[in-house]
């Protein structure tokens, strides 16, 4: 707690300016900050609908500001460093876990969220240039009248309305008596970013617009401000806002061009990185993991590489892993790898958390191809338990029979490819203790193609001309960039398929097809 600040006090001025915001049917929108996350009523609604909003079919009409999003759209509103402040101090909700409780987490960010507006409005205020970056805005230095619109134009993502405006210009005028021993300007400037850093209009992202037989069409902003937590994370820059005030957001083309343009922007690379490490799925921190991000950020944003690329380039990163791969040191950690390891699939990410050749099968049928693999139907018996000198063999005598083998069909011919990787990503040629030579060849159907292969770059080789990857691929990027696994679009997808296999598609030019969809410019009304 910072001098002069009392957090109860605070706590009042902020519900205070918030109450004052009325919304549908004349209630308030009954933002609270003691732990809840209830999402505000939606100012759209017809008149008589004031209940908390519905899932819709694409995501939420109010979607909460995680706590990544927290930290960078602070860092952007107001000039601070970029760093973990919220997100490190807000667990995961495990309902198994009394202390990872729904309740408990909501309360650990209401109080963190209080705490760290303190931090950065203190800070904010103690930098003149941090200072100025506000009361700058409306080109004055000392007339807030003139700087706050447009501040909180940038900080809800949204003109303000004038009740907003007027709450927060009378308790910028009561900064004074809160913290006496600073300058007037500051001292009002500082309870400001405290309340609007709790406020819902900057927690909760809006998702308004026309509404028409049971569609919401975003407005421009709320467009804009999907678009940038989309890719960004963060909030619109003022290229964007002033597109989305104009109009010009809203047409395709317009659209489509601030999408590239976003995408070439740095920002774009953590989400780049992190999608890709969460399509190879979890591992612990190391050199496996940071070549992922780096390997297909550089991909997909510097080199324009295409769904095919992902799985049949030889580029990789990382001195720490040229042991592994066998490959030459060198002195920017770029690696160039030989035919026997095209694309991800051959890397120390994926054959380090998916060690044995089922879960391979299983890994690349079910999150690459988007084949559903129903439970096995019995208990699945040890690979020990297994007939056979090898381990193919041992495997394949315990799977073939009824009611295993519809599935395994599909799946162990898949997981034999990689075996010449060990669990540590390491090429091998026999298989250990024995020295037996180790049988990566196959044969296996999928959707009505026979591929046969020789080992596992073979294989990849082929499945990156499957347009069921590719689609399958394409709807990973639509669960993350809708923010609902839940829902599909298939028409988009067959389009974004059709264009990745058949057209070339880039993996940007993917992104921004499924970003430029109706299902992304539009929810379901409540």
Same mark, same amino acid.
Not at 101 to 116: K, T
Not at 232 to 249: E, H, I, R
Not at 347 to 376: A, F, K, M, Q, Y
């Given at each position: ?7 109860? #006090? ?20 009954? &933002? ?7 999402? !505000?009523?939606?100012?759209?609604? *017809? ?66 969220? @209080? ?13 003149? =240039? ?13 007339? !807030?009248? #003139? ?21 927060? $210009? +009378? ?5 004074? /008596? ?27 992202? #809006? ?23 989309? $890719? ?7 290229? $964007? ?43 612990? !921190? ?19 590489? =295409? ?5 049949? =380039? ?32 051959? @890397? ?28 096995? &139907?019995? *208990? ?48 091998? /040629? ?33 499945? +990156?001309?499957? *347009? ?46 499924? $970003? ?11």
């Amino acid at each position: 707690m910072y001098a002069g600040v009392g957090g109860t #006090t605070m706590r009042g001025y902020a519900l205070g300016l918030l109450v004052m915001v009325e919304v549908a049917c004349g209630q308030s929108s009954e &933002p609270r900050l003691d732990g809840s996350l209830d999402a !505000p009523l939606d100012p759209c609604a *017809p008149p008589g609908s004031c209940i908390a909003p519905a899932r819709p079919s694409l995501s939420g009409a109010y979607p909460l500001l995680t706590g990544r999003q927290w930290d960078r759209t602070v860092s952007d509103l107001l000039g601070v460093e970029e760093r973990p402040r919220l997100e490190p101090r807000v667990p995961v909700v495990d309902p198994r876990r009394p202390s990872t409780s729904s309740d408990v987490v909501e309360g650990r960010r209401a109080d963190a969220q @209080r705490e760290l507006a303190e931090e950065v409005a203190f800070e904010v205020t103690r930098d003149p =240039t941090l200072l100025s970056r506000i009361t700058r805005l409306g080109g004055s230095d000392s007339d !807030p009248r #003139t700087f706050y619109p447009a501040f909180l134009a940038r900080a809800y993502r949204r003109p303000p309305t004038e009740a907003e405006l007027a709450a927060v $210009l +009378a308790m910028h005028a009561r900064g004074a /008596t809160e913290y006496p021993d600073e300058p007037p300007l500051a001292a009002g400037v500082r309870l400001v970013i405290e309340a609007v850093l709790q406020s819902p209009a900057f927690l909760y992202r #809006t998702m308004s617009g026309e509404s028409r037989e049971g569609v919401v069409t975003l407005d421009g902003f709320s467009l804009a401000s999907r678009l940038s937590y989309a $890719l960004w994370d963060s909030m619109p820059d003022d290229a $964007l806002f002033a597109d989305a005030a104009s109009g010009a957001l809203l047409e395709p083309e317009g659209f489509r061009a601030h999408a590239f343009r976003m995408l070439d922007d740095p920002r774009a690379v953590s989400k780049v990185g992190d999608f890709h490490v969460a399509y190879l799925g979890a591992i612990e !921190p190391s050199a496996a993991l940071v070549e992922t991000r780096r390997l297909s950020a550089r991909l997909v944003l510097d080199d324009a590489a =295409t769904v095919r690329d992902l799985l049949t =380039t030889r580029a990789a990163f990382g001195n720490q892993l040229a042991e592994v791969y066998e490959a030459t040191p060198t002195d920017d950690e770029w690696l160039r790898l030989d035919e026997r390891r095209p694309g991800l699939l051959t @890397r120390r990410h994926w054959l380090e958390r998916v060690r044995n050749p089922v879960s391979r099968g299983v890994d690349v049928v079910t999150r690459w191809l988007c084949i559903d693999i129903p439970p096995p &139907p019995v *208990p699945v018996p040890p690979e020990s338990e297994g007939v056979g000198d090898t381990r193919r063999e041992r495997i394949e005598s315990l799977t073939r029979e009824e009611g295993c083998i519809d599935c395994h069909r599909v799946i162990d011919p898949i997981g034999f490819a990689f075996e010449s990787f060990d669990a540590e990503g390491r090429w091998r /040629t026999e298989e250990p203790p024995s020295g037996a030579p180790i049988d990566t060849t196959g044969e296996v159907i999928v959707a009505e193609r026979t591929l046969v292969f020789s080992g596992a770059a073979d294989l990849v080789t082929q499945l +990156a001309e499957l *347009p069921e990857l590719h689609r399958c691929y394409a709807k990973h990027w639509q669960a993350v960039l809708l923010e609902d696994p839940s829902y599909v679009d298939d028409t988009s997808l067959d389009l974004v398929a059709e264009g990745s296999v058949t057209r070339g598609w880039s993996i940007a030019e993917v992104i921004v097809a499924l $970003l430029n969809s109706d299902s992304f410019r539009t929810r379901r009304a409540e």
